[in-house]
């Protein structure tokens, strides 16, 4: 089965950093897009926010609220992507997944979306 562990998120002042890493079982991790959304208070499945993206040829978008303080990286030899979040503020807290679009061994054929089970940060003014 196809999993995506995030871990890596606490309560942290702001100003302060954290790191979130995502370990992928399952999925073809090199022909994978992987990418960091978060979903704010109150905010519904469907509006989570893109805040990084890495695709399996290694380019990289930042949503515009974090460009500059979060550095998004990938392992494809240990099958995790890592988020650093420095200089946070209070509207980064959210909770935060892992996604992962491409084919898995179970569908190699296929692309798909799967997503962790999420990782909450907190940051407090």
């Known amino acids: 089965q196809v999993q995506l562990v995030e871990s890596g998120g606490g309560l942290v002042q702001a100003g302060g950093s954290l790191r979130l890493s995502c370990a992928a079982s399952?999925?073809?991790?090199?022909?994978?897009?992987m990418g960091w959304y978060r979903q704010g208070p109150g905010m519904q499945r469907e509006q989570r926010e893109l805040?990084?993206?890495?695709?399996?040829?290694?380019?990289?978008n930042y949503g515009d609220s974090v460009t500059g303080r979060f550095t998004i990286s990938r392992d494809n030899t240990q099958n995790t992507v890592t988020l650093q979040m420095n200089n946070l503020k209070p509207e980064d807290t959210a909770v935060y997944f892992c996604?992962?679009?491409?084919?898995?061994?179970?569908?190699?054929?296929?692309?798909?979306?799967?997503w962790g089970q999420g990782t909450q940060v907190t940051v407090s003014s």
């Open positions: 805040v990084a993206l890495i695709t399996d040829g290694g380019d990289i």
């Open positions: 399952g999925i073809m991790f090199s022909k994978n897009d």
């Open positions: 996604n992962a679009r491409g084919p898995s061994y179970y569908s190699p054929t296929t692309y798909r979306d799967y």
